[in-house]
């Protein structure tokens, strides 16, 4: 059973075509890497299946549903259930603490739920930081928010491109063994990287190049 | 968490809340100023124009008929009687002066006290109602046989003032002062209407009385009740006697002087509702303007501080949250902006009325406290119309592009 899948997708800048006729497919509880040059297109494909941005043309489904068919809004209800999202430069809102980030996204999500979010930030090793601002934070700590950010609406499938971008190797470490840990635990992961030696510890690679998928 | 949110952000940026404070803050000062002079400009204009002449006419509904000085009280008794500020009765006739010529005099009530219930210590005469008459010398007092010569009278006749005439072969009347009236009162002895009177030999008598009472502008209604009051309907009557028009409170005064007929001057009464009507219709145009500025201000600020916050109202979008509720995050932000301008502003605006009104009355306006929350809801207003169109920005920020940092 295939949680993601592309017929033919493509998305155009203009002129730029950042996707070209691409056709994947990710099934349910895996973890896929997709790897490629920096313009290969890595961006725009995950914005995409996430609900980020429209496409030019061919198909796409989330979980069963046909983005095409979606306007803005259904979208974002999708979005809210299905996806979540880390980004390579964090974005925590600065002066919120470590809790009130998370708890920002239940809000939008639903309803806040203190405890849970305690908890997720427990999960990802932060619970000594829960009052802290992002400022006061390391990067790996930092991005361990954002992961639970994530988390807390228990989505079921989780992008992230370049988590680890903007981390030394340490960090970098701790980041990829909690999402492999996320993945064990039966999650989708989705890890955008150019890192060859990240992209080795997914079940599989989907190679970019020039918007479409590159079999060396 | 999102009080937090609205008050971070409003405090992060201390010189755009500065700005979007003081924008609403100069707005509010203006408009509570504006709204305070809107409101009590009609009476302190009318007031004003009152000093350019009475603006009701009393006469003998009869010809050759006179009005009984006894009656005149009645004036202060009618419906509007508060709004008559004073009154004079006439007294025209001849006598002869010293050098055996003849001199016109004129008698009427120069400050005449007069008892009138709820009103302590009324007074009435031209000093009330001619403000506008220049006196070199001294008022004369109603008691005693005391004059003002008018400017060319006396100037023909070479009266000085504090000179003694003989009227009449036999009264001695004192010069108080010369009178210059701009009108036909030069060419006349004023004197008080008691000595005229004896003078005359027409004891209890007036030819007739000048009123000046405080109107409101004429419109459609008192327009119809003066073309043909018996065409107004029981309700228009009502509205229309229970209204300060000048036709209005003629015709009370009509019914309380049964021998009378109560004139208004057209020329002044209309006039003054006119300029009234102008001026506030200027104030309102001011007051509009001041809140269209306002606002554009807001809308300005706004507009920078969601192209600051892109990318957190980018992350916001990624987190589902719906461009209306992002939307009211930047609403509440600019309502608390605004309702500590709008407060401000009340309280500068209150100060500003005074010294206004001071300036341009002679005394300070008067701010109701109830005019406070409505200005309040105005300053929420200016700001959420200046917000609303940056606002509506929101929905079409793509997240997309703001969050992957590109390139
Ligand atoms: N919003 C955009 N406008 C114009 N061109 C874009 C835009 N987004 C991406 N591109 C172009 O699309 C191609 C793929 O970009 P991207 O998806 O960011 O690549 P990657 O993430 O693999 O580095 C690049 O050539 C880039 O310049
Ligand atoms: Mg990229």
Redesign the interface.
């Known amino acids: 059973m295939n949680i993601i899948e592309t017929h033919n997708l493509t998305k155009s800048f203009g002129s730029v075509i950042a996707v070209n006729d691409l056709t994947i497919s990710v099934r349910r509880g895996e973890f896929v890497a997709f790897m490629g040059a920096s313009g290969s297109g890595k ?1 725009t494909l995950l ?1 995409i299946l ?1 609900c ?2 429209t496409f030019t043309s061919g198909e796409v489904f989330i979980d069963g549903h046909n983005l095409a068919a979606l306007d803005e809004e259904g979208r ?2 999708l ?2 259930n299905k996806i979540g ?1 880390v ?3 964090f ?1 925590l ?1 600065p ?2 603490t470590a809790l ?1 980030n998370v ?3 239940q ?3 639903s309803v ?1 739920d203190e405890p849970a979010a305690r908890q997720i930030l427990g999960d990802v090793g932060l619970a000594h930081r829960l009052h802290h601002r992002p400022g006061a934070l390391s990067g790996g700590e930092q991005q361990r928010v954002c992961i639970a ?1 994530a988390l807390v609406n228990e989505p079921p499938i989780l992008f992230a ?1 370049e988590p680890t971008g903007n981390l030394d190797e340490e960090n970098e470490c701790n980041i990829l063994a909690l999402l492999q840990d996320l993945h064990r635990r039966g999650r989708t992961v989705v890890l955008v990287t150019h890192n060859p030696d990240l992209a080795a510890r997914a079940d599989r690679i989907i190679r970019l190049h020039h918007g479409k998928v590159f079999e060396p | 968490m999102l009080t937090q949110m609205i008050f971070h952000s409003w405090h992060r940026n201390p010189r755009r809340t500065a700005l979007t404070v003081t924008t609403v803050f100069l707005a509010t000062a203006l408009i509570s100023a504006l709204l305070a002079i809107t409101v009590s400009v009609g009476d302190q204009m009318a007031r004003e124009l009152k000093s350019y002449g009475a603006n009701i006419l009393l006469e003998p509904a009869v010809d050759g008929d006179y009005l009984d000085t006894q009656d005149l009280p009645r004036i202060k008794e009618i419906f509007w009687r508060h709004n008559i500020l004073g009154f004079a009765p006439l007294l025209a006739g001849t006598v002869t002066a010293d050098d055996g010529g003849e001199v016109a005099i004129l008698g009427t009530f120069f400050d005449q006290p007069l008892p009138v219930e709820g009103e302590d210590d009324f007074h009435t005469g031209q000093k009330i109602i001619a403000p506008y008459w220049r006196i070199d010398g001294a008022w004369p007092d109603d008691a005693r046989p005391e004059a003002l010569a008018g400017a060319r009278l006396a100037e023909r006749r070479g009266w000085r003032v504090g000179q003694t005439l003989t009227l009449a072969g036999a009264r001695p009347v004192v010069l108080s002062g010369i009178l210059e009236s701009g009108g036909e009162e030069d060419e006349l002895l004023v004197v008080p209407l008691a000595l005229a009177q004896e003078l005359l030999g027409r004891p209890g008598r007036a030819d007739a009385a000048r009123v000046s009472a405080l109107t409101v502008p004429e419109n459609r209604l008192s327009a119809k009740a003066r073309a043909n009051r018996d065409a107004l309907t029981a309700e228009e009557y009502d509205v229309w006697y229970c209204t300060a028009y000048v036709s209005s409170i003629a015709h009370q005064l009509e019914e309380a002087l049964p021998g009378a007929r109560a004139r208004p001057v057209w020329q002044v009464a209309a006039s003054e509702g006119v300029i009234v009507g102008k001026v506030q219709l200027l104030l309102l145009v001011a007051t509009l303007a001041a809140l269209l500025a306002a606002a554009m201000g807001v809308a300005a600020l706004t507009a920078g501080a969601i192209l600051e916050r892109a990318a957190e109202i980018a992350l916001l979008k990624a987190l589902a949250a719906r461009p209306r509720h992002i939307a009211l995050l930047f609403h509440a932000e600019v309502t608390v902006s605004a309702l500590l301008g709008g407060a401000l502003g009340c309280g500068a605006g209150w100060l500003l009325a005074r010294h206004l009104g001071q300036t341009l009355f002679g005394a300070p306006l008067a701010m109701a406290w109830i005019t406070v929350p409505g200005v309040l809801a105005l300053a929420v207003a200016i700001a959420l119309l200046g917000a609303w169109l940056p606002v509506r920005q929101i929905a079409a920020l793509a997240p997309a592009e703001v969050l992957h940092g590109r390139r």
Request: charge should be neutral; proline fraction near 0%; hydrophobic fraction near 45%.
């Open positions: 961006t914005n996430a980020l941005d974002r209800v979005r809210a999202l980004f390579q430069q974005h809102i002066y919120l009130e708890m920002l996204a809000h939008f999500h806040t950010r491109d």
